[in-house]
Nanobody
Framework: QVQLVESGGGLVQPGGSLRLSCAAS????????IGWFRQAPGKEREGVSC????????YYAHSVKGRFTISRDNAKNTVYLQMNSLKPEDTAVYYC???????????????????WGKGTLVTVSS
């Protein structure tokens, strides 16, 4: 019943922009933490950004700080990841994940997140 669906991935040139969306169903975003994680082929999954849907506090990985912006629209039950100044090293499958606000999860890896989407592929290449 609980479902997270990512959209917005695609092919973009270096320096370009994309906006990813994570639409949640089966629960409302109030009092949840929503994170974006990514995994490139042969690489470990890494945390990109997280947001509290209650107070809007955010976290960004050092590699994306200043380029990516996470936001949420609680009324639409949707979290967004605006990605600007994209680099080839940003190429990965991007996953949306959710956790109860007080769940013991690792924002660096996503371990302990309660729900996961199926992912959307972002390819940054010229």
């Amino acid at each position: 019943q609980v479902q997270l669906v990512e959209s917005g991935g695609g092919l973009v040139q270096p320096g370009g922009s994309l906006r990813l969306s994570c639409a949640a169903s089966g629960f409302t975003l109030d009092y949840w933490a929503i994170g974006w994680f990514r995994q490139a082929p042969g690489k470990e999954r890494e945390g990109v950004s997280c947001i509290s849907t209650s107070d809007g506090s955010t976290y960004y990985a050092h590699s994306v700080k200043g380029r990516f912006t996470i936001s949420r629209d609680n009324a639409k039950n949707t979290v967004y990841l605006q990605m600007n100044s994209l680099k080839p090293e940003d190429t990965a499958v991007y996953y949306c994940a959710a956790a109860g606000l007080y769940s013991d999860y690792d924002q660096m890896t996503g371990d302990g997140m309660d729900y996961w989407g199926k992912g959307t592929l972002v390819t940054v290449s010229s």
